[in-house]
């Protein structure tokens, strides 16, 4: 994974209504109008931020009928694990100034 898609999914956790987004997904999947409804957000608020977390892969879209519904990813999250796991990877020694930790 490149830094621009890392970053992507950054993104979508560096607000407050998408995390808020993502809690209420976690208790499964939701559609759109209930989520409007949920966290009292107007319908083109909604669509800004669902567009941010399908982007990054956070987030799972699918269509029924005239419905959208949405719900937490599971490759998206196993991916977010992976990047996290990579990032915070301490690799060879530490050094403190000139000295071995």
């Given at each position: 994974?490149?830094?621009?898609?890392?970053?992507?999914?950054?993104?979508?956790?560096?607000?407050?209504r998408?995390?808020?987004?993502?809690?209420?997904?976690?208790?499964?999947?939701?559609?759109?109008?209930?989520?409007?409804?949920?966290?009292?957000?107007?319908?083109?608020?909604?669509?800004?931020?669902m567009?941010?977390?399908?982007?990054?892969?956070?987030?799972?879209?699918?269509?029924?009928?005239?419905?959208?519904?949405?719900?937490?990813?599971?490759?998206?999250?196993?991916?977010?694990?992976?990047i996290?796991?990579?990032?915070?990877?301490?690799?060879?020694?530490?050094?403190?100034?000139?000295?071995?930790?």
């Amino acid at each position: 994974m490149n830094n621009l898609e890392t970053a992507r999914i950054f993104k979508a956790f560096c607000d407050e209504r998408r995390l808020a987004i993502i809690h209420k997904l976690q208790e499964g999947e939701r559609c759109a109008s209930d989520l409007i409804e949920e966290l009292q957000i107007g319908q083109s608020t909604l669509s800004h931020h669902m567009h941010i977390l399908c982007d990054s892969g956070v987030v799972d879209m699918r269509k029924s009928g005239k419905y959208v519904y949405y719900s937490i990813s599971e490759e998206g999250s196993n991916q977010i694990k992976e990047i996290l796991s990579a990032l915070t990877k301490i690799e060879g020694y530490r050094t403190r100034g000139n000295k071995e930790v």
